[in-house]
């Protein structure tokens, strides 16, 4: 019964997402001669208007990926000219039942519609293209009437797509796992039993279509995939690390590797101690932090003197994932707020307290046993707009640190050279300050 109200839970949270956050239904006129289109792809949207003979049509804009605008440009099949595709409907808002796709090629410095496609679907979920042996292909996600996820593979030949096969799928990937320079397609979908498996296909030069390698199950608690990141193992071999909603709605992680002709999930070979290494209640990701190429996984322990308050807060753990288990790489306190991580020396954890003050100000101060007791001060962190005069915190004793978007940080170091722990410089407070999106 919890399993199933969790699944109403988040099913209800995603119907309101992909309704309520439509990105597709943007008006065209407005939004084409924008400065998020090139003048190429407002080049491309005229002759594809002039297509349809100026039939109303409403640009769809991909959700997610890496490409994320209703017009791509790219020399698709590598022959040294661009191609452009377009993603549209005809219908009226919230009466769609197709997708087009078409297809525009360049001829004497011209765009040109060469190809419209009809798919019957919501809307684009991402876009990829891959370039195996000479051969291109064009992979869409699309999102059905009942919510749920099927990609489509096509060949681009001839200044045609070509259709090959299609596949449901509830997280779609392109990533050369086995490292031998091809991208690969990882997928997930659902069994008939509930669990996630996950799922890698290739293309099969000789049969001349796409191949299942192999396959494996994800940790039978955990329900949602929300995120993956892509890097290296500390051998350098690809890795790719899933991040998953469980049972109780915590965020826990899954590590995919591919060995021996075999792709391998080693977090869930090694049992459930290993999964709650990944445990976090704050939706933060998988990340390479100190970018080395690892990818650290988050957890979190609760900051000392909040197990009782209603309002909790979290230090959170950065681990990297290894054949004996798990390494941990750095503590640190991230404040969603104002998007920064502060990274803390070790020896801070057990002894340490974290206070978020009026005035936008963080402060780190000694734990004496309670957070009312606990007054003495260690570094704080104070977020100011940058149109704010701030030369009052200056002369404060607060500097500069650093500065992202809307946003300037200032830093105040206390010294604390008899309270058993490391104490911090500006300078090294700097260096231990990054910004967190």
Not at 366 to 385: A, M, Q, R
Not at 405 to 420: D, M, P
Request: net charge negative.
């Amino acid at each position: 019964m919890k399993s199933k109200i969790l699944f109403i839970i988040l099913g209800t949270f995603m119907i309101t997402i992909l309704a309520g956050c439509n990105s597709s239904l943007r008006n065209i006129e407005e939004s084409i001669f924008s400065p998020t289109f090139s003048k190429t792809q407002t080049d491309i949207y005229k002759s594809f208007k002039k297509s349809l003979f100026n039939k109303n049509a409403n640009l769809i804009y991909p959700k997610t990926g890496p490409n994320l605008l209703p017009i791509i440009i790219s020399d698709i099949n590598i022959d040294g000219n661009k191609d452009g595709i377009v993603f549209y409907s005809t219908e009226p808002d919230g009466y769609r039942k197709n997708i087009n796709i078409n297809l525009l090629s360049q001829k004497d410095g011209n765009w040109i519609s060469i190809q419209d496609i009809s798919i019957s679907a919501l809307d684009i979920d991402k876009v990829f293209h891959i370039n195996i042996n000479n051969k291109t292909f064009v992979i869409i996600g699309f999102i059905d009437f009942s919510l749920e996820k099927n990609f489509y593979i096509y060949e681009f030949n001839l200044n045609k797509l070509n259709f090959i096969s299609s596949y449901k799928y509830e997280f779609l990937e392109i990533f050369d796992i086995d490292g031998d320079n091809k991208e690969d397609i990882i997928y997930s979908n659902n069994d008939n039993k509930g669990n996630i498996i996950v799922n890698l296909i290739k293309y099969d030069i000789e049969r001349n279509l796409f191949s299942d390698i192999s396959s494996l199950k994800i940790d039978p608690s955990l329900k949602f995939h929300i995120n993956s990141t892509k890097g290296f193992s500390q051998r350098g071999d690809p890795t790719l690390i899933l991040d998953f909603i469980g049972e109780d709605t915590s965020i826990y992680s899954q590590a995919l590797y591919y060995e021996d002709d075999l792709l391998l999930n080693p977090i869930y070979l090694m049992g459930e101690k290993a999964l709650k290494e990944t445990k976090r209640f704050n939706r933060f990701f998988s990340k390479d932090i100190d970018l080395d190429g690892e990818v650290e996984i988050p957890s979190e322990i609760i900051v000392n003197g909040y197990d009782k308050e209603d309002h909790k807060l979290y230090f959170t753990i950065w681990k990297k994932h290894r054949d004996d288990g798990f390494h941990k790489v750095a503590q640190t306190y991230i404040n969603t707020k104002f998007n920064y991580m502060v990274e803390f020396p070790e020896d801070w954890i057990d002894k340490i307290t974290v206070k978020e003050e009026s005035g936008d100000i963080l402060g780190f101060y000694l734990y004496e046993g309670d957070l009312e007791k606990s007054t003495i001060p260690l570094v704080k962190i104070k977020t100011v707009l940058k149109s704010d005069d701030y030369s009052e915190f200056l002369d404060d004793g607060y500097i500069k640190i650093s500065e992202h978007g809307r946003f300037r940080y200032l830093a105040k170091a206390f010294s604390h050279e008899n309270y058993g722990i490391t104490s911090l410089s500006i300078e090294e407070i700097i260096k231990l300050f990054k910004i967190y999106l």
